[in-house]
Structure formats: C-alpha cells, structure tokens
C-alpha cells in the first residue's frame, strides 16, 4: 500500500487524475472502476479537463461503478446514474454502451448481481478501481462486518451512513436503506486500486484503514493485502496517521531508486 499524502484535495486530484491518465494513455481500452460521492469529484473535474485540453481519449474504455441505491430510478437527482452522468460521463468519450452501474431498480437483485460480476469477468477485469472511504471505514457500501471476501450483493446500510449521505436528500427519511454494492472481494480482484480521502472527517478512518490491523469492521483495511494500492490523502485526512513521516521520506526517495 502506498500513502501520497498532498497539501490540498486540488493537489491529490491531480496527482490521482494522473495515475488514471497513465493507466489510460498505456491502455486505451481500459476497465475503470468508478466510485460516487464527493471525494473522487476532483479527479473527474481533471480527468474532463485532460479530456478536453489534451485529448485524454476515452472512446474505448469501459466502466463499472461500485453501487447504487435500491429503489431510486436512473433517472432521480439524488441515484448514482444520475451522478455519474451530470458529473463525469457526459463530459468524456466514453461510448454509452461500455458504462455499467448496478441497478437500483430491478426486478430480480440476485440474478443482477451475478450479471453484473459476470460482466466485470467478460470485459477482462477492472484495470483500475476508484475509491472514496466512508467515516465508517467502508468502501464501496461495504459497511463494518462486510466479508472481506463479498461480492455484489444487497446491503443494508449502517445508520452513520445514512446520515452522512443524508446531507444530498432534502430529509434524512428520503435517503434509502438498501444499496446493490460490489463487494470487497470484487473490488480486491482489480488490478490496481486508488482510494482517495479529503478532510477532517476521514482522518480516523483512514489511521484505522492504513495503519491498523486488517478487519471487515473497517472494510478499507482489505486494501493492505492489494498489492497495487494507493491511497491519496490530502493533509487533513492524513492528520491522524502515526508514520506520516515515513511516507513523505518513501514518496521523496523513490523516484531516485533503480528502475530496472
Ligand atoms: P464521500 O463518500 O466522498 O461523499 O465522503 C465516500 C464514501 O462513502 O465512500
């Protein structure tokens, strides 16, 4: 796992946006893991102005996003379909075609999940995956006691969640319970994996998920056993971390170490 911890949360979505564009420009046809929330709205700012300033292409790449809330149509201001496409998709070359995001309205949950695994597996696997973090330590809507080993299933979310996320609904009552959600050993079957966290808020999560032991009560922690993780803070989520140190001296030293 790697910590790059940037002064401010423009700085480590540039530097995430890059690690992505890399990824991109080495190959085209990617499979992008995609997350919802605040946090990765940075690197999709900079990924559209890569995009449209430097030709960024995404018009062979494929997407898969992490969940979605149960009950809420594609088309509802506060469903991650919504999300995504205001935010991100209708600013790029992504084909229409090549984007999956769960179902938050489907007849039958249980054969959409196995699809949509299904689908991950016919497209060759995420290349890389994006991350936010919740207080709670969840990835994805992976909450406390999420099998590390899960896959995309039905979730019913902690109530600390319910109340962060309550801040998009216009009353807490409106925010749904039940999410469709990739599970952590979905997510862990990606080739490589970038969690971002911003603020204040997420800096004791980000000490339990970095430095503390691995845990499905703090379902981020499963990244320690990825080998290609990165984890990109901004100062104050990486406020709480003991070895901040000794991930600045890493960060520093390693692009003198021999590349072959
Ligand atoms: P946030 O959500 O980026 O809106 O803080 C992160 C998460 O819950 O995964």
């Given at each position: 796992m790697e910590v790059i911890i940037e002064k401010t949360y423009e700085q480590m979505s540039i530097a995430a946006a890059q690690e992505v564009a890399i990824i991109l420009n080495a190959k085209p046809n990617s499979v992008l893991g995609m997350a919802t929330g605040s946090t990765p709205l940075g690197v999709y700012q900079q990924l559209v102005k890569l995009h449209k300033e430097q030709g960024l292409d995404f018009s062979q790449v494929t997407t898969f996003n992490l969940d979605e809330y149960v009950g809420l149509p594609t088309d509802h201001p506060q469903s991650y379909h919504h999300f995504m496409h205001e935010n991100f998709f209708k600013h790029?070359?992504?084909?229409?075609?090549?984007i999956y995001i769960p179902s938050g309205t489907t007849s039958n949950y249980r054969a959409f999940c196995q699809w949509f695994e299904q689908r991950i597996r016919e497209c060759g696997g995420i290349d890389l995956q994006i991350l936010g973090i919740g207080s709670d330590g969840h990835i994805a809507f992976n909450e406390p006691s999420s099998s590390l080993s899960s896959r995309t299933r039905l979730k019913t979310l902690a109530q600390s969640t319910i109340e962060d996320n309550s801040r998009f609904f216009d009353r807490p009552e409106d925010v749904p319970i039940y999410a469709i959600t990739m599970g952590v050993g979905t997510i862990m079957e990606a080739d490589r994996i970038i969690l971002l966290a911003s603020g204040e808020k997420k800096a004791d999560a980000i000490a339990k998920a970095v430095e503390g032991p691995v845990t499905s009560m703090i379902?981020?922690?499963?990244?320690?056993?990825?080998a290609k993780s990165r984890v990109y803070l901004d100062t104050a989520a990486a406020s709480k971390l003991q070895m901040r140190n000794y991930y600045d001296w890493i960060n520093e030293n390693k692009p003198g170490a021999p590349q072959v």
């Open positions: 790029v070359n992504i084909p229409l075609q090549n379902t981020a922690s499963a990244l320690q056993m990825h």
